[in-house]
């Protein structure tokens, strides 16, 4: 009886641990007022840069206006929300809440990836901002 109640608890140890560190899925919502779309992209797994500044990369095409973001935070998150673009000044300001389906999180730091759609960029903007933190920018922001 206490060994198939240790194989149990193994089993689920196993099965938290690996819906931790996966934690991938992808998830996309519209948005309102400047954010018209945004798509969680899910988890990369580790993050692997010296810094943990958030990298932001505009895409190739005019229209729609599409950033990809990726960003550092605490292994296990599954799921994303609350997406918000704003504009502050000269910073396009990109934010998104992290959560773990299952409660679980690991004290590591992960790679999150998402998209932001948005419906215009005025030309003043030369910063973004993620979850409040600078972020690196990836080629240009205007085209």
Same mark, same amino acid.
């Given at each position: ?50 810094? %943990? ?5 505009? $895409?190739?095409?005019? =229209?729609? !206006?599409?950033?990809?973001?990726? +960003?550092? #935070? ?37 790679? %999150? ?5 948005? $419906?215009?960029?005025? =030309?003043? !903007?030369?910063?973004?901002?993620? +979850?409040? #933190? ?10």
């Amino acid at each position: 009886m206490e060994g198939n109640l240790r194989l149990r608890l193994a089993a689920l140890a196993a099965i938290a641990m690996a819906a931790t560190v996966t934690g991938c899925g992808s998830r996309s919502q519209t948005g309102t007022g400047l954010l018209t779309e945004f798509e969680y992209l899910g988890c990369e797994g580790d993050w692997n840069e010296e810094t %943990y500044a958030p990298e932001v990369a505009r $895409s190739e095409s005019a =229209e729609p !206006i599409s950033f990809l973001v990726r +960003n550092a #935070d605490t292994c296990g998150y599954d799921t994303a929300d609350k997406p918000e673009a704003e504009l502050d000044g000269d910073t396009l300001e990109l934010r998104y809440t992290l959560s773990s389906s299952g409660g679980y999180v690991a004290a590591c730091y992960c790679e %999150y990836r998402a998209r932001f759609v948005v $419906s215009a960029l005025p =030309e003043g !903007i030369r910063k973004v901002s993620v +979850n409040g #933190d600078d972020a690196r920018i990836k080629g240009t922001l205007h085209r």
